[in-house]
């Protein structure tokens, strides 16, 4: 069977699904071809026994209004679609420091300080805070929606040159790690450490590994006046199927259960796939791959690119992997004021990213019952990034040995739990533990990895293109990078560089970047 398309897109991850929203949007007939029975990649969701699991993100923000600097709710606006959004401002931390609530927002945090730390400590946030005013400002100097990776590239951002000549000394601090910008003005060793702790959230590495450019969105969102998280009413299923609607309503299609087991590359030109069962599909103008850079190599057939490529791309660092524990309970009794998030930190010698040593804790239904049945929470608890896949790797599912290494490796998560719901094993009626080998079997993730762990100020992720003609890659292994708004703004990437420069011109116009 052979079926001929314009553009294929292997992967329906965020950024996958914003590549072809966009697409779809700007008139091109395009296929997603996702592996798995579920579209969104690590941002599914999924069902059991009436509770409804997020499998990955659970921190959103700059999703309930418009215009918008986060590139995700920036997408959504220019296909016309968007999802129900809850509003919060508080998470609980766990930390050597003891247990309690911050809030975000600019003052907020600073009575955490003076509490924990004084004055000193609040002042040393406060200059931080005027360092990086301008840093934020610079880091949206030119919209990731704006960016495009031909010709054409100059035109789209010519609008804001301007601006970007302004910013231009700030913009190069960006490119650097975060810590560069932190050493200069903060001493206090708390707030060290909590900044280690956000950039790791953030990117999978500490301040030393984070860019500037990261820490600076992160700073333009969270740390100002009158600032509120976001979830999606739905889970961030939800976002998937607005994402979805935006694909299919303009013509684009979505193919789950569609293994690509080949990327077609003729007379040095990517152009189609070859499904595991057989098939092949064939496209006119592009393919592009959502799958991570080691998953795409995968793809290539020997020879397909020039070796200098393949070892390069093959050689990328690589964060670790995840340990997830999703729990359906009974909520009698608990306290009315459970917060939505909670970050456990054991031990700040060890370093952030020390296997074990960060857990995060989310219990959606707290925001939105609807998740849960009626009595009921669902909890998602999660080591974020810091799982050896070493650990796992040659273990066989469902053998004595898998079973034992998931009760000893999840203790670490009920502990961490166990702080906030001291009773919560009595009160499990469904308990699901995955793993690294999960993680690479549901999501098809190399090593069932975070992503890569490219340091800043020592190499750069990669844009769009590849050396293969007609070959083109979106999601976490491209620019901007790991995390929500930085896949979405790959995706998009992808899509302007496909994309006629007058309709390119014209989303930004209507959006008002």
């Given amino acids: 069977m052979k079926q001929s398309i314009e553009v294929i897109v292997i992967g329906s991850g965020i950024g996958g699904l914003c590549c ?8 091109l007939n395009v296929l997603v071809c996702e592996s798995h029975s579920i579209p969104g990649g690590a941002a599914h969701s999924f069902e059991r026994k009436g509770y409804k699991f997020d499998s990955g993100p659970s921190l959103y923000s700059g999703m309930s209004y418009s215009p918008s600097t986060n590139p995700l709710k920036q997408v959504l606006d220019a296909i016309a679609e968007d999802v129900t959004w809850v509003n919060y401002d508080t998470w609980g931390c766990l930390l050597p420091e003891g247990d309690f609530n911050t809030v975000v927002g600019a003052e907020d945090f600073c009575t955490v300080l003076q509490r924990l730390r004084g004055a000193t400590a609040v002042q040393e946030w406060r200059n931080l805070q005027a360092v990086m005013e301008p840093l934020s400002e610079a880091v949206n100097a030119i919209p990731p929606l704006a960016i495009r990776n031909d010709w054409a590239a100059a035109i789209a951002i010519a609008q804001y040159l301007p601006a970007t000549l302004w910013h ?4 190069i601090r960006l490119t650097g790690p975060f810590s560069q910008i932190m050493d200069g003005v903060v001493q206090d060793e708390f707030i060290r450490n909590w900044l280690d702790l956000l950039c790791f959230l953030l990117s999978g590495l500490p301040a030393s590994g984070t860019s500037g450019a990261e820490m600076a969105f992160m700073f333009a969102e969270w740390y100002k006046p009158g600032v509120v998280l976001d979830y999606p009413l739905g889970g961030s299923g939800a976002v998937v199927d607005a994402l979805v609607r ?3 309503k303009n013509g684009g299609q979505l193919l789950l259960n569609s293994h690509v087991a080949e990327i077609i590359v003729k007379n040095k030109r990517a152009t189609g796939v070859k499904l595991r069962d057989g098939k092949e599909i064939m496209a006119s103008k592009a393919v592009i791959s959502n799958a991570s850079v080691w998953d795409t190599l995968k793809l290539l057939p020997q020879d397909a690119a020039p070796q200098s490529f393949v070892k390069a791309r093959a050689a990328t660092p690589e964060c670790e992997s995840f340990l997830h524990l999703h729990l359906g309970i ?11 998030h909670y970050i456990v930190v054991n031990d700040w010698k060890q370093g952030v990213s020390a296997p074990q040593n960060v857990v ?14 009626p009595g009921k929470h669902l909890i998602h608890v999660y080591t974020p990034g810091n799982e050896p896949y070493q650990l796992w790797q040659g273990l066989k599912r469902n053998s004595p040995e898998y079973q034992q290494q998931k009760a000893a490796r999840a203790s670490i998560m009920w502990q961490g739990l166990a702080r906030v719901i001291p009773d919560i094993r009595d009160r499990c009626e469904v308990t699901l533990v995955g793993t690294p080998l999960t993680h690479s079997r549901f999501l098809r993730r190399h090593h069932g990895s975070y992503g890569p762990a490219i340091t800043a100020g020592k190499a750069l992720f990669p844009g769009a293109t590849t050396p293969v003609s007609g070959l083109l890659c979106c999601g976490d292994s491209t620019f901007p990078g790991i995390g929500l708004p930085a896949v979405a703004a790959s995706g998009a990437i992808a899509a302007n560089t496909l ?3 007058g309709q390119h011109l014209k989303m930004l116009q209507d959006l008002g970047l």
Avoid: F, H, M, R
């Fill in 246 to 248: 935006g694909l299919e």
């Fill in 330 to 340: 009974d909520a009698t009794g608990l306290p009315s004021d459970l917060q939505c």
């Fill in 20 to 27: 072809a929203a966009l697409l779809a949007k700007y008139g």
């Fill in 499 to 501: 994309a006629p420069i």
């Fill in 168 to 171: 231009t000394p700030n913009i």
């Fill in 360 to 373: 995060v804790v989310s219990i959606p239904s707290v925001l939105d019952p609807a998740l849960a049945p």
